[in-house]
T-cell receptor
Framework: NAGVTQTPKFRILKIGQSMTLQCTQD?????MYWYRQDPGMGLKLIYYSVGAGITDKGEVPNGYNVSRSTTEDFPLRLELAAPSQTSVYFC?????????????FGPGTRLTVT | QKEVEQDPGPLSVPEGAIVSLNCTYS??????FMWYRQYSRKGPELLMYTYSSGNKEDGRFTAQVDKSSKYISLFIRDSQPSDSATYLC????????????FGQGTELSVKP
């Protein structure tokens, strides 16, 4: 199993451009998440999904959109990129089982908006 | 007030030292407590998981939860340079979606 994969690894965007961060998991997990991590700030939840076709906002959803058409994929869309969206983005997945909420993380996408 | 507070450090210790990492929280509904380890430029990975109060030990690592004080700890015995990483506490109240609330993370450096 590859686990959670993310593409691209790095990206530089100009202000106002748009892009999609890709996330795929091969563990058949129902739950998927997008986080952003700023230096010294921990992980902030952007959006999450409890299954295909179901998404909901997290703590910092403004400026982002998501969709979940399949169990495996959970892309994150940035529209009209702003410097405040410069961050490291992590995708994660989990499957609640016997009380475990373990989330499996991808390697991250480093995004710079200039 | 943040739901979860964690001292960001950095914390520097000599090899072999006992390390204590801590988080406090304000939400009494939290029942699931986790510690994640994150190496530089990598995604976090689960290190320890505890449900409700009590202790859990795994090799050199011990996790403690004190729900009465809303305080959790991670102890690392005989610390090694390979333990150098950022340690993030995370918590959940068992809500739908398995959402976790993360602390800021503590950066640990173990010097040989």
């Amino acid at each position: 199993n590859a686990g959670v994969t993310q593409t691209p690894k790095f990206r530089i965007l100009k202000i106002g451009q748009s892009m999609t961060l890709q996330c795929t998991q091969d563990m058949n997990h129902n739950y998927m998440y997008w986080y952003r991590q700023d230096p010294g700030m921990g992980l902030k939840l952007i959006y999450y999904s409890v299954g295909a076709g179901i998404t909901d906002k997290g703590e910092v959803p403004n400026g982002y959109n998501v969709s979940r058409s399949t169990t495996e994929d959970f892309p994150l869309r940035l529209e009209l990129a702003a410097p405040s969206q410069t961050s490291v983005y992590f995708c994660a997945s989990s499957q609640f089982f016997s009380g475990s909420y373990e989330q499996y993380f991808g390697p991250g996408t480093r995004l710079t908006v200039t | 007030q943040k739901e979860v507070e964690q001292d960001p450090g950095p914390l520097s210790v000599p090899e072999g030292a006992i390390v204590s990492l801590n988080c406090t929280y304000s939400n009494s509904a939290f029942q699931y407590f986790m510690w994640y380890r994150q190496y530089s430029r990598k995604g976090p990975e689960l290190l320890m998981y505890t449900y409700s109060s009590g202790n859990k030990e795994d090799g050199r690592f011990t996790a403690q939860v004190d729900k009465s004080s809303k305080y959790i700890s991670l102890f690392i015995r005989d610390s090694q340079p390979s333990d150098s990483a950022t340690y993030l506490c995370a918590m959940s109240g068992g809500n739908q979606g398995g959402k976790l609330i993360f602390g800021q993370g503590t950066e640990l450096s173990v010097k040989p």
